[in-house]
């Protein structure tokens, strides 16, 4: 497969290598190495992300997805160029080496227009595919397998819809990246993700005891197709740079429930990567997986895990357990308290539509589900003013005064047995971040050889 995009520039041969083809060829030299992805916008969450990087030396994958970031804006609001400013100030901040940076668009396609039929919903896709690749992301998940507004319902989506669709997306892809060559001469090639058979974003709807495993002979026929449709429309070198397919291994999680990856389970479809030189198999909606389970998901090939929801969970949990603090320490005082979990609830009361097509039961189910769910639509309400307001306050709240360790120890266990161990300090966003880490550090441990 050709990994290496170039151009002569005075006489001499520029080599321009994609970052994730490094992961690829560990692989491929037998080490059973993996990268882990954070679908995220969030910024406590990308700071963890690329201070654990650091501390590990090694790659920060952060991928924004179409809903978040799109030509629209998204519900982040952001466009994809601003995506990369917001992602590249938060590095230069922290000093993070722009080396070891990786940006990847997720869901790259009608996921946010499939109430569009298809001639409009596709035209939209391939600005918003368009404008990834112009502003430098270099991962591109390529997903058509959702239906559209004229698409026949009484039918499964075909494979060869899906990737005609796709291949569509790439040929963008590719004249967006011939484009961006003009401007930067070294931008590598992206690289591509495609799949037929792709979880939705942000976990299932329902609470299931199990979901069934991509048989292999539908990822042998995806694959073909995919390849036949890709030379047809001349995309061969496109296809050359699809390093990863998105499948079903097993692995899902819902507001209530986890569904462990089962390698015995999964064992047939991942010995079909033996005869795929240079592919892996990218695994969505892997939060809540056990880092044991994760390490297995990559020493049988599915060496992209994809995470979100679970990040934040555990920012939301650092957060809550600093409120509890809070109110330990300061409820006797004339000190003016964040109140954070009431402001967060009147909030999601007050602006549903992010949450209530999710969570379902009586209004006492739904309040709890509103906190603790695992899908975690909380993330959806940090942005808003009044909710970041008293998230401000806490933080100063905390930072105003010394934390017993005794305190610490009832709320954050793990982060008091950091902070014993000299590796954490003892400051609100610190400890924030040390929530998110401790999901973080599974993901690491599976991911090394």
């Known amino acids: 497969m050709l990994f290496y995009a170039f151009r002569e520039a005075k006489g001499m041969v520029i080599f321009m290598r994609n970052s994730m083809l490094d992961i690829i ?25 690329m201070e654990a990087a650091m501390e590990s030396e090694t790659y920060a994958l952060i991928e924004a997805t179409a809903n978040q970031s799109n030509q629209y804006g998204g519900y982040t609001g952001m466009k994809p160029a601003d995506f990369v400013v917001f992602i590249e100030n938060i590095a230069e901040n922290l000093n993070f080496p722009k080396d070891k940076l990786i940006l990847g668009g997720d869901h ?6 499939q109430k569009d039929n298809e001639v409009i919903a596709m035209e939209k896709s391939k600005e918003l595919i368009r404008q990834y690749v112009l502003a430098n992301f270099t991962k591109i998940h390529i997903d058509t397998s959702m239906m559209l507004a004229d698409d026949d319902k009484s039918v499964i989506l075909s494979d060869e819809i899906i990737a005609h669709r796709a291949a569509i997306l790439a040929k963008t892809s590719e004249e967006a990246y011939a484009e961006l060559l003009t401007k930067n001469p070294n931008a590598p090639a992206p690289v591509y993700i495609i799949g037929s058979e792709v979880p939705i974003p942000g976990g299932a709807q329902e609470n299931e005891d199990s979901v069934s495993v991509t048989k292999p002979e539908q990822f042998k026929a995806t694959l073909k197709t995919f390849k036949e449709v890709f030379e047809a429309q001349g995309l061969n070198d496109a296809f050359s740079r699809v390093i990863g397919i998105v499948v079903q291994p097993g692995v899902e999680f819902a507001d209530a429930s986890i569904i462990e990856y089962n390698r ?3 064992k047939e479809l991942c010995s ?18 056990t880092r044991y389970k994760l390490k297995e998901m990559v020493e049988d090939g599915i060496a992209i895990l994809k995470v979100g929801p679970a990040l934040t969970f555990g920012l939301r949990e650092g957060i809550f357990a600093l409120e509890g603090i809070e109110k330990e320490l300061l409820a006797d005082s004339n000190i003016k308290l964040s109140n954070f979990r ?33 899908s975690d639509r909380c993330r959806y309400y940090l942005p808003e003013e009044k909710v970041n307001q008293s998230l401000e306050i806490l933080i100063k709240n905390i930072n105003s005064i010394e934390i ?4 610490l120890s009832q709320y954050m266990p793990m982060q ?34």
């Open 416 to 449: 008091y047995l950091k902070y014993r161990e000299g590796k954490l300090q003892l400051n609100a966003e610190a400890l924030i971040k040390g929530r998110i880490r401790d999901y973080i550090n599974d993901y690491l441990y599976a991911c090394k050889a």
């Open 272 to 289: 079909v990567l033996d005869k795929n030189e240079g592919i892996v198999f990218e695994g969505h909606s892997t939060d809540y997986q």
């Open 264 to 266: 015995i389970a999964a």
């Open 342 to 374: 009431n402001v967060l609830e009147n909030i999601m009361i007050e602006k549903p539509e992010n949450w209530q097509k999710h969570y379902r039961g009586d209004e006492s189910q739904r309040k709890f589900k509103r906190m603790y769910s695992f």
């Open 25 to 49: 060829k560990l692989r491929q030299e037998g080490k059973k190495v993996g990268i882990y992805s954070a679908c995220t916008a969030t910024k406590y969450v990308i700071e963890a992300v």
């Open 108 to 113: 790259l396609g009608p996921l946010t227009w």
């Open 404 to 407: 017993p360790v005794s305190i």
